[in-house]
């Protein structure tokens, strides 16, 4: 597999992995040149961000296990991925280590953001440390109530980790992907974007559509 972790920079060597990436299309590039510009693909904002990307010739799209039915235009690039289980671990040790400390507590709603964060000083008070100079609220859609923000809705993601490694990512604009978690023996098969939907648990449904991608891993 060429796999292989960034070596430009402390953090990223430890947890920013590069290999390729894929990404393919059923628009054809002229459909792709009509509705935006002259260029192929510049919904692609990222593409002068990554390395090695290049447009794969339609010549080379022949369907099968790369190229699903449909597929019209295509690119390849080097991917980046951060495994965010580590890069979260990474960072709350980070934390900890330069002298910060961690309280979970569950912030009441019905007083507010004023009453939520009264409750935040409180236990830093009853823990014995110097009073909080600044707060971020980084509750996500929790702010809903929390704010409160009413125009704040779910858009639900499932996803299904899977065993195994993929060698590389693969996108569609189908928002389907096959993303490797680096190092864990693991991969990422996705996805929804359900729109409203505040039903958290999964859909069986899903799973089996989403396996259905496996072949792209390989
Ligand atoms: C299936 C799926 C796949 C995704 N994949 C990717 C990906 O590959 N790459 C990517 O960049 N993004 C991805 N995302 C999006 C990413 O997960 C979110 O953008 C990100 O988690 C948002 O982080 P956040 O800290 O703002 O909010 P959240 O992760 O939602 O964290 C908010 C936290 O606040 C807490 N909270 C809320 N209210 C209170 C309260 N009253 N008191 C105390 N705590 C409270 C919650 O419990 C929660 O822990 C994905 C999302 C989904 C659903």
């Given at each position: 597999m060429n796999l292989r972790p960034r070596t430009d920079g402390p953090v990223y060597s430890l947890l920013v992995y590069q290999f390729p990436g894929l990404l393919h299309y059923s628009q054809s590039?002229?459909?792709?040149?009509?509705?935006q510009s002259s260029e192929v693909a510049p919904q692609l904002w990222w593409r002068?961000?990554?390395?090695?990307?290049e447009e794969i010739p339609s010549s080379h799209l022949s369907s099968g296990i790369k190229f699903p039915p449909g597929?019209?235009?295509a690119a390849s690039f080097t991917a980046i991925c951060i495994n965010v289980p580590q890069h979260l671990t990474y960072l709350l040790s980070s934390i900890l280590t330069a002298g910060g400390k961690e309280f979970k507590a569950r912030l009441p709603t019905d007083g507010g953001l004023t009453?939520?964060?009264?409750?935040?000083?409180?236990?830093?008070?009853?823990?014995n440390l110097p009073e909080a100079g600044l707060y971020v609220n980084a509750t996500g859609l929790g702010a809903k109530e929390l704010v409160p923000d009413d125009r704040m809705y779910p858009v639900k993601g499932q996803t299904v980790l899977v065993r195994g490694?993929?060698?590389?990512?693969?996108?569609?604009?189908?928002?389907?992907?096959?993303?490797?978690?680096?190092?864990s023996g693991t991969t990422i098969l996705g996805g929804t974007r359900e729109v409203g939907i505040w039903y958290a648990l999964p859909s069986s449904a899903l799973f089996s559509s989403l396996t259905r991608l496996l072949p792209m891993g390989c």
């Open positions: 590039a002229d459909e792709v040149r009509s509705a002068s961000l990554v390395e090695d990307f597929t019209q235009t009453g939520a964060l009264e409750s935040a000083a409180a236990l830093i008070k009853d823990a490694e993929a060698k590389g990512a693969t996108t569609t604009d189908q928002n389907r992907y096959v993303i490797p978690r680096p190092g």
